[in-house]
């Protein structure tokens, strides 16, 4: 996402505490679907972040916009980021 994230909006961008609290909460509620047949509803989520329900939908609708719904990482991406 680091890479994507100036491609996008044509700048890096600075992720304060708010910010990081909303992609924690984004990532955790996708993860959960993706790798899981059984999840809390969207509304559980949002009640537990404390976000509003409209919002976490909105934030996990550009979480997936910024990774183009590409879900998992190649191992040679993460190679690269280990290094």
Do not use: W
């Not at 304060?16 to 509620?29: E, G, P, R």
């Amino acid at each position: 996402m680091s890479k994507l994230s100036s491609d996008v909006v044509g700048h890096s961008f600075v992720i304060d505490s708010f910010k990081l609290h909303c992609l924690i909460i984004a990532s955790v509620t996708i993860t959960s679907k993706f790798f899981s047949n059984v999840f809390y509803t969207n509304l559980r989520y949002a009640k537990v972040s404390g976000l509003p329900l409209a919002e976490l939908n909105q934030l996990k609708l550009q979480f997936l916009l910024l990774n183009d719904f590409c879900l998992v990482i190649s191992s040679a991406e993460i190679q690269h980021y280990a290094k």
